[in-house]
Nanobody
Framework: QLQLVESGGGLVQPGGSLRLSCAAS????????IGWFRQAPGKEREGVSC????????YYADSVKGRFTISRDNAKNTVYLQMNSLKPEDTAVYYC????????????????????WGQGTQVTVSS
């Protein structure tokens, strides 16, 4: 059974850091583009970051550029999202997603481009 499991969320003060993990089971992440998305209450799901399967090309939303870093460890079948300088507006449920792409050098930035989704992990930034 193909499954993605996020972990690492929690409560953090503004300016703090968290590292989210997205672990895959039942399939190998090597050939998949991986995206991180978030959804705050009353808002649509938005793309945060993604990484391609080949060359590790990355994308970041303007709102997180310079603060978040996506990386993949294929040996551990896991993708990470390092989040620094967190702000209250980063509060949301964070989801990882995986998809196969025709080109291994790109990653979709729209949620509709992804086939497999994790269950989400809550990130709350508050003092």
């Amino acid at each position: 059974q193909l499954q993605l499991v996020e972990s690492g969320g929690g409560l953090v003060q503004p300016g703090g850091s968290l590292r989210l993990s997205c672990a895959a089971s039942g399939f190998t992440l090597d050939y998949y583009a991986i995206g991180w998305f978030r959804q705050a209450p009353g808002k649509e799901r938005e793309g945060v970051s993604c990484i391609s399967s080949i060359d590790g090309n990355t994308y970041y939303a303007d709102s997180v550029k310079g603060r978040f870093t996506i990386s993949r460890d294929n040996a551990k079948n896991t993708v990470y999202l390092q989040m620094n300088s967190l702000k209250p507006e980063d509060t949301a449920v964070y989801y990882c997603a995986a998809t196969l792409t025709s080109s291994g050098y790109v990653c979709p930035t729209n949620p509709s481009g992804y086939y497999y989704w994790g269950q989400g992990t809550q990130v709350t930034v508050s003092s």
